[in-house]
């Protein structure tokens, strides 16, 4: 892998899961093996859900990242402001309740 990477000055790791307090479980990996290698690191978490990748996010994601846009863990297409107003709700009520059914009606009623 360092003989691969080496010359890089950025990698950008796609991930289909997150493990919390982690990031990606690949990217994790990845960061060990080129311990000794000075390079910039992203982890993009795609897949959620099922959710396809299409070539307009990619192209948005590869030029964020050659820009300097890109935080060290990114989330492809996430509906950041859906996601707010889902943990607002939550932290409001403060009990386990139907957040994919909030979620589903905020997609809904919003576009």
Same mark, same amino acid.
Request: hydrophobic residues 45%.
């Given at each position: 892998?360092?003989?691969?990477?080496?010359?890089?000055?950025?990698?950008?790791?796609?991930?289909?899961?997150?493990? %919390?307090?982690?990031?990606?479980? %690949? =990217? @994790?990996?990845? !960061?060990?093996?080129? =311990?000794?290698?000075?390079?910039?690191?992203?982890?993009?978490? @795609?897949?959620?859900?099922?959710?396809?990748?299409?070539?307009?996010?990619?192209?948005?994601?590869?030029?964020?990242?050659?820009?300097?846009?890109?935080?060290?863990?990114?989330?492809?297409?996430?509906?950041?402001?859906?996601?707010?107003?889902?943990? &607002? !709700?939550? &932290?409001?009520?403060? !009990? =386990?309740?139907?957040? &994919?059914?909030?979620?589903?009606?905020?997609?809904?009623?919003?576009?």
């Amino acid at each position: 892998m360092h003989a691969a990477l080496g010359g890089s000055r950025q990698v950008v790791l796609l991930e289909r899961a997150l493990a %919390v307090g982690i990031g990606g479980i %690949v =990217s @994790a990996n990845v !960061r060990t093996a080129l =311990s000794g290698i000075q390079l910039d690191g992203h982890t993009v978490v @795609a897949w959620l859900g099922g959710r396809a990748i299409t070539k307009a996010s990619l192209h948005r994601l590869f030029a964020d990242a050659i820009a300097g846009r890109l935080e060290q863990l990114t989330f492809l297409d996430l509906d950041t402001e859906l996601m707010e107003r889902e943990l &607002a !709700r939550m &932290a409001r009520n403060r !009990r =386990s309740g139907p957040s &994919a059914e909030n979620i589903l009606r905020d997609v809904g009623s919003n576009r």
